[in-house]
C-alpha cells in the first residue's frame, strides 16, 4: 500500500529520477599515463586533510583511479605532495 502511494506521489509531481551513466573524464580525454610530475594536476584529487579522494567523487573509472593514486603516492615518496595536512601550504593566511 506504502508503495502504491509512493509511486503515485512520483508521478503526480511529473519528475521522476534518471541515473545518468557516470563518464570518466580520462576516458573521454583518451589519457593514457597520469604524470606524477604535474602537482597542480594531482593536487586537485587531494583533499584539504590530504587524503586521496575516492572514486564516487572523482568519476573515475577503476583503472584511472588506480593509476592517480599510483601517481599520487609516487609524487608524496618523492616530496612533491604533502603526506599530512600539517604539510599542506594555505595561500595568504599566516598560521601564526
Do not use: W
Not at 42 to 49: A, I, N, P, T
Not at 55 to 73: D, G, S, V, W
Amino acid at each position: 500500500m506504502a508503495d502504491v502511494r509512493r509511486a503515485g506521489a512520483a508521478s503526480e509531481r511529473g519528475r521522476r529520477f534518471i541515473r545518468r551513466p557516470r563518464v570518466c573524464s580520462l576516458c573521454a580525454e583518451k589519457v593514457k599515463t597520469i604524470d606524477y610530475k604535474d602537482v597542480s594536476k594531482l593536487r586537485r584529487y587531494l583533499s584539504d586533510r590530504g587524503r586521496i579522494m575516492p572514486r564516487r567523487k572523482t568519476n573515475f573509472c577503476a583503472k584511472h583511479q588506480r593509476r592517480l593514486a599510483l601517481a599520487i603516492k609516487r609524487a608524496r615518496h618523492l616530496a612533491l605532495l604533502p603526506y599530512t595536512p600539517d604539510h599542506i601550504r594555505l595561500s595568504g593566511v599566516s598560521l601564526r
